[in-house]
């Protein structure tokens, strides 16, 4: 087996020096709303959907430690919808930054943080350079539906609009927990977004210079994007293609020998 979850180990276990060149892997998601069709844990699940699919995949020479999924994380954008959990940004910080911290501590120098939230992708940024500066390790940082990429599955509109239980999230989750998905309620959640982007040279919500924004400012259902589109078929395609990427960047991290190598 290429992976094991850090929590079934013993410590005697993680004291052994054939854990010493393991990668760590920190899943971050949210529990949020998700528009009136996807769960509030939509962002948790598929976080941890895609980092097993990506686990299944690594070469047995490859030894990832997978840590416990931080659920709950920064979401104050959807605090006005029901169901949002939120912590502060200092609480993230820490948090996080204290796990890593305790990794460095048990001789894993190797990181890999992947966040399921876009909202939170910042702070990501900041953890990874503060666990880099603090303590020395080699920290790499993803957000799992960037590795997308340009997949022809997903239409040019939706790649710019479609953030937030759109498409890709609603046909993730139809393909690895469908029976949480509200099927009679899927719609094309439009989002004010595009308005912007079609009354302004420059300005945007989102991009090099993109405006502060809360959930209802870009659609009153909380959502964006065309989840009506959404199909299981679709879900496992993007899930094969992201998996297959985070497999790979997984593997890179461990055979990664420094800046200059």
Do not use: K
Not at 19 to 47: K, S
């Amino acid at each position: 087996m290429a992976w094991h979850h850090w929590e079934h180990l013993t410590t005697t276990d993680l004291a052994a020096p054939g854990f010493r060149d393991a990668v760590a892997v920190l899943p971050v998601g949210a529990v949020e709303q998700h528009g009136p069709h996807l769960p509030l844990g939509t962002d948790a699940i598929l976080v941890d959907g895609v980092l097993d699919a990506a686990l299944d995949r690594l070469p047995d020479s490859c030894l990832a430690l997978r840590l416990p999924t931080q659920r709950v994380g920064l979401s104050p954008e959807h605090a006005g919808f029901a169901g949002t959990l939120t912590l502060d940004p200092g609480t993230v910080m820490a948090q996080w930054t204290a796990i890593g911290a305790a990794v460095a501590r048990a001789g894993i120098r190797r990181l890999m943080l992947v966040n399921g939230h876009g909202g939170q992708a910042a702070m990501v940024d900041v953890v990874a350079m503060r666990l880099r500066a603090e303590h020395g390790m080699t920290v790499a940082r993803v957000t799992y539906f960037d590795l997308i990429g340009g997949d022809p599955a997903i239409d040019g509109r939706e790649r710019r609009f479609g953030w937030h239980g759109g498409q890709v999230e609603t046909a993730l989750m139809l393909a690895l927990r469908p029976e949480l998905v509200r099927r009679d309620r899927l719609d094309d959640f439009v989002s004010a977004a595009e308005s912007v982007a079609d009354r302004y040279r420059e300005l945007r919500v989102e991009g090099t210079a993109g405006l502060g924004w809360m959930a209802e400012d870009l659609n009153p259902s909380g959502a964006t994007g065309n989840a009506a589109a959404a199909t299981e078929a679709i879900g496992r395609h993007l899930l094969d293609r992201v998996a297959g990427r985070l497999a790979v960047l997984i593997g890179e991290l461990h055979a990664f020998e420094g800046f200059g190598g």
